[in-house]
């Protein structure tokens, strides 16, 4: 008697793993990475680092390994203590309070994020109420809206909109967290821009390349996908809007995992193809692990799906580059 329940197995030539090309670390995280490591080789064990280089728990583990000590706030960092802030940035109070504390800073903030925090001083400046459309809680948001604190209300999505309250509706304007959604946020501002018809954009687009790049990368590769799988740690943002965007653009199935070992096995059951992507703060190491976990069940190997091409590098913050200079390490 045939069990019809029983699912179909699947011959090898049925299968396929396809990879999104660009994916991993983008130059903002590959920046502040190096800077850690160059700091360690540098001034020695241990450098102290203000919440997590990136948000990807191996990043953090090797870099804690080599010496690295992470904290939350900076009163747990000794007085005179070399400290690095993460790619997240920080607010002008952690600023000061480095100072106070006479603390060597090294300040790893993506130039992406720098950015918006430029824009928020300058609209805040201008007489502006901005809205930053983000999530609360992250390090990113909280160091924007320490630029300018009293101009800045927080908007999370369009649920989100009624509560805006401003003297002038004819200069409000909007900026956002750099690892979001670009979708979700465009359906945000345009319920924004119900409200308040003369919304100024900001300058240029504040969600960064990478993220965008990777967000179309995994809508070309989802298509049809029976599952895809997103490497990424649960607190990196644009890792769990990878697996949002992946459904959206039709995966049948998508889970975020922070390495191979964390698959489960059933998910593979009767299915052909596999997507498979990272976050922006992913080592592709971690990424190849998971195409050995599929190669030793019968996936054959990965075929890359080109979106976009990445050429973008950082420089390493300058007060390290002098550092490296006149230690002739540069």
Not at 17 to 22: D, E, I, M, N, S
Not at 237 to 250: F, K, M, P, Q
């Amino acid at each position: 008697m045939t069990d019809l329940a029983m699912p179909r197995v699947l011959t090898d030539e049925e299968k396929q793993v396809l990879l999104a090309a660009p994916r991993g670390y983008c130059a903002g995280v590959d920046r502040a990475v190096v800077t850690v490591e160059k700091a360690l080789d540098l001034y020695g064990a241990p450098v102290y680092v203000r919440k997590e280089i990136v948000h990807n728990k191996h990043v953090v583990g090797d870099l804690a390994a080599r010496g690295a000590i992470f904290v939350e706030e900076l009163d747990e960092v000794p007085a005179g203590a070399t400290v690095v802030f993460s790619a997240h940035g920080v607010s002008p109070a952690v600023h000061a309070d480095a100072r106070t504390r006479e603390l060597k800073t090294i300040d790893a903030t993506c130039p992406l994020v720098t950015k918006v925090h430029h824009e928020a001083k300058r609209f805040a400046n201008e007489g502006y109420a901005i809205v930053l459309v983000g999530h609360a809680g992250h390090e990113e948001v909280e160091g924007t809206m320490g630029e300018a604190p009293e101009a800045i209300q927080l908007v999370e999505g369009p649920w989100d909109v009624d509560k805006v309250a401003v003297d002038d509706p004819e200069k409000v304007v909007w900026l956002s967290q750099t690892t979001l959604s670009v979708d979700e946020t465009m359906t945000t501002v345009a319920a924004l821009r119900e409200r308040f018809p003369a919304l100024l954009d900001p300058p240029s687009d504040d969600i960064c390349y990478a993220t965008q790049n990777r967000q179309l990368a995994v809508k070309e590769i989802s298509t049809a996908t029976d599952l895809l799988i997103v490497v990424g740690s649960r607190n990196s943002s644009n890792s769990v809007r990878l697996v949002e965007v992946g459904l959206e653009a039709g995966a049948r199935s998508a889970y975020r995992v922070d390495d191979a070992s964390e698959i489960d096995e059933a998910w593979l059951e009767g299915v052909s193809s596999v997507a498979v992507t990272s976050g922006a703060s992913v080592p592709e190491k971690l990424v190849e692990e998971v195409l050995a976990f599929l190669s030793e069940r019968g996936y054959p190997d990965a075929r890359a799906i080109h979106s976009a091409e990445e050429s973008l590098v950082f420089a390493l913050p300058p007060e390290l580059r002098k550092d490296l200079k006149a230690a002739g390490k540069a």
